[in-house]
């Protein structure tokens, strides 16, 4: 396997065959239904259901929060172990709709790659731009996938310059699509010279592969019409003078990404690119962490938390801390100093996500996601190792775009609101922010679909019956700086200073003009738009 690192010691094998990756991509181009046919090859489930299909049975394995099912989108980010061949797959599923995007970018800090879907007939959209650019800033290697081309699309190569123009990445094509909408018939795998035939009449089996020796075999003319095979010749010839070979180093880099088509819903394509993670996906990379990095195969166990959710079970009140490995390998019922608390923490049912079913995980690797229930202790970007103080460096919390004040309905439910609110705050749902002056919360989100969706979740979870109201401020600016300068300013601007359920302080503003005033007024006083989520 390739190493960015020429001096980095071989990984244990039972490290080096994992690949811990997400899948990322804008709404609706596809990404639950390529995650049902991950699942389905990796045995993991039985038979994919349609993201709505009908009745219980078949909704979608990944999304198990009651909106999610409503609605048919992905709103928080799941995990998944499942094995495909000799490797174990590790896939974090990312919510796709842009309101959610700050549980997005923490995840790509646990993984080691992305798979980037992208929709034939759309291209590159908005939202995939921004994720691709979180992807960037982590250097993170990318793999592309563009679906749905059974249906009509663009053209081939129109798709390919898209997208090294709109994201500069070099695009190699893996597999060429023969024909398109209701004329698709497959496609040719360019780095094995392979048809792969697409069956129309059974979506959940595998195409068929029919192995033939480049694009001169007789055989091809058996299984492609002349005019589709001609135009076939034709682009794969222009394709191989005009695109950039693979190289897998500079995949790995993340300056190229290999492009594979196919139709997830027909169950066409996927295994290719599964094939296409075994072979090219990064195994488990060190983490950038103060004072050192870590490296995978250090034999100490060394994790972080990059995500927690609430009342995954709603007849437990529990909370399950996502934690990705960084090193070592993990036994159940392991004693880890919770690095922050500096308290040891006796991790006794650590679980493992296998589709919608969890189970107790008796071990796991670096490179693996495991959910440890716990009361609160754990909250995003918590260390968790075999006693030395590392702290994982690098899980951003982002200053909330949108603000509004809650009240419960009923004022005798007050206490129970804090309490609610707390909660999702640590789970970093939300921002919660507790003015100096005067009562009641604030909270700030990233995009509007989540008041609903806090709403609808303390009403469910806690009993609580909520609404919001308009707040006269609009955005919220972490404050640091020397003590005196900070106390001299918080007691200038009593009216506007709050703070967050860390207890650190925040200034809320209205208007651009407020923070222009700051900086010019108080000079040793920085105001910032992110927060490291650390201790």
């Known amino acids: 396997m390739l190493d960015t690192a020429a001096n980095r010691p071989a990984l244990p094998p039972e490290i080096a065959r994992r690949r811990t990756f997400a899948i990322i991509s804008h709404p609706d181009a596809g990404k639950t239904t390529l995650t049902e046919k991950f699942l389905l090859y990796g045995g993991a489930i039985q038979m994919a259901g349609q993201v709505r299909a009908k009745g ?27 094995d495909f061949k000799t490797f174990r797959f ?35 959209e908005s939202q995939t731009r921004k994720l691709f650019e979180v992807c960037r800033l982590r250097d993170l290697p990318i793999l592309t996938f563009c679906n749905k081309m059974d249906r009509e699309s663009r053209d081939t190569f129109d798709i390919i310059d898209e997208i090294q123009e709109m994201l500069a990445i070099d695009v190699t094509p893996a597999s060429w699509p023969i024909g398109m909408g209701r004329e698709f018939l497959g496609c040719y795998d360019m780095l094995n010279d392979r048809l792969e035939l697409m069956d129309r009449a059974d979506r959940n089996r595998v195409a068929e592969t029919i192995k033939i020796k480049g694009l001169d075999d007789p055989l091809l003319e058996k299984h492609v019409p002349e005019i589709l095979l001609e135009q076939l010749r034709e682009e794969v010839e222009m394709a191989r003078e005009l695109l950039p070979a693979l190289d897998p180093q500079s995949v790995l880099e993340g300056h190229m990404t290999p492009i594979w088509f196919g139709s997830a819903i027909n169950s066409f394509g996927v295994k290719e690119l599964m094939d296409g993670i075994a072979t090219y996906g990064p195994e488990p990379q060190p983490q950038s962490a103060e004072p050192r990095q870590i490296s995978p195969e250090e034999t100490t166990v060394s994790g972080f938390v990059f995500k927690v959710q609430a009342n995954m079970d709603p007849k437990h009140r529990d909370r399950v801390a996502f934690v990705r490995l960084a090193s070592g390998h993990f036994i ?29 995980a008796e071990e796991a690797w670096a490179g693996d996601i495991i959910g440890i229930p716990n009361h609160g202790q754990l909250r995003i970007g918590d260390t968790l190792t075999e006693g030395e103080a590392l702290r994982v460096t690098g899980i951003p919390s982002f200053a909330p775009e949108l603000l509004q004040g809650v009240r419960a309905t009923d004022p005798m439910k007050a206490k129970h609101l804090e309490k609610a609110l707390m909660q999702f705050a640590e789970e970093g749902a939300a ?12 909270v700030g989100v990233v995009g509007a679909l989540q008041f609903e969706v806090l709403a609808s979740r303390i009403e469910l979870e806690y009993g609580i019956p909520v609404r919001f109201e308009q707040s006269q401020f609009t955005s919220a600016r972490w404050v640091s700086g020397d003590k005196q300068a900070v106390e001299k300013f918080t007691n200038a601007n009593k009216q506007h200073i709050a703070h967050d359920h860390d207890g650190d302080i925040v200034y809320l503003t209205r208007l651009q003009w407020d923070i222009d005033r700051i900086e010019r007024d108080f000079p040793d006083v920085t105001l910032s738009a992110t927060k490291e989520m650390m201790v």
Do not use: C, W
């Open 90 to 124: 590790n896939l974090v599923d990312t919510p796709g709709h842009s309101d959610f995007s700050e549980d997005t970018y923490r995840t790509l800090t646990a993984v080691d790659a992305a798979i980037m879907v992208i929709d034939g007939a759309k291209g590159v």
């Open 332 to 360: 159940r019922g392991m004693k880890l100093t919770h690095v922050r608390s500096k308290k040891p923490m006796a991790i006794t049912n650590p679980v493992m996500f296998l589709a919608s079913d969890r189970e107790l």
């Open 56 to 82: 219980e049975a078949r909704r979608t394995r990944s999304d198990f929060m009651q909106m999610e099912k409503d609605r048919g989108i992905s709103v928080s980010a799941s995990a998944m172990s499942f």
């Open 431 to 442: 921002k919660v922010f507790k003015p100096a002056i005067g009562s009641g919360f604030i």
